[in-house]
């Protein structure tokens, strides 16, 4: 028969795994934000969430106002364009645009981000377009080539095609 210290000892020792199990249960991705000059331009960090994804961008050094902001398919940001990061994110062809569009299946859409006169932005989204590991049918943004998150010169319209008239890339982020 154990004593009452002891039984509370196992009783912990047991426990040890669940807690260090729900201490890292959260799956994340992270990436640093490049310009097309190469300067640091802040990062961005992504949760898997039940049904989607949590994104977290902190950036600086961009122009003040609204930009786009899209989940591209590969995980390459080459300057100076960061064109090597391909299209958006998707699961299916042709892929329609814009977060109204009614037709849309661009899981790389994401709403604007608006850049303080100080040139820097802090936002969070929620996308369920999109997972870390390809769940429920959603692209995976962690695939065979990875993927990329661009910050675009212009706000997106949500309708236009192909990139809702965001314009050219900006800053980009190798999600990894």
């Known amino acids: 028969m154990l004593t009452p210290r002891l039984e509370l000892l196992a009783a912990l020792a047991l426990s040890l795994p669940l807690f260090t199990s729900i201490a890292h249960a959260a799956d994340t991705a992270a990436g640093n934000l490049l310009g097309s000059d190469g300067t640091a331009h802040g990062t961005v960090h992504v949760t898997d969430a039940p049904k989607g994804v949590v994104l977290r961008v902190e950036a600086t050094g961009l122009t003040p106002g609204w930009h786009g902001i899209h989940f591209h398919e590969k995980g390459d940001c080459a300057a100076p364009k960061f064109t090597s990061a391909g299209a958006h994110v998707h699961a299916t062809s042709p892929v329609v645009h814009g977060l109204l569009n009614t037709n849309a299946n661009d899981a790389g859409d994401l709403p604007n981000i608006f850049v303080a006169m100080d040139g820097t932005a802090t936002?969070?989204?929620?996308?369920?377009?999109?997972?870390?590991?390809?769940?429920?049918?959603?692209?995976?943004?962690?695939?065979?080539?990875?993927?990329?998150?661009?910050?675009?010169?212009?706000?997106?319209?949500?309708?236009?095609?192909?990139?809702?008239?965001?314009g050219d890339r900006v800053a980009c982020g190798v999600i990894r």
């Open 123 to 166: 936002v969070e989204f929620y996308s369920t377009l999109v997972s870390l590991h390809g769940k429920d049918g959603r692209p995976a943004l962690l695939d065979a080539d990875g993927s990329a998150l661009v910050i675009h010169a212009n706000p997106d319209d949500y309708q236009s095609q192909p990139i809702g008239g965001a």
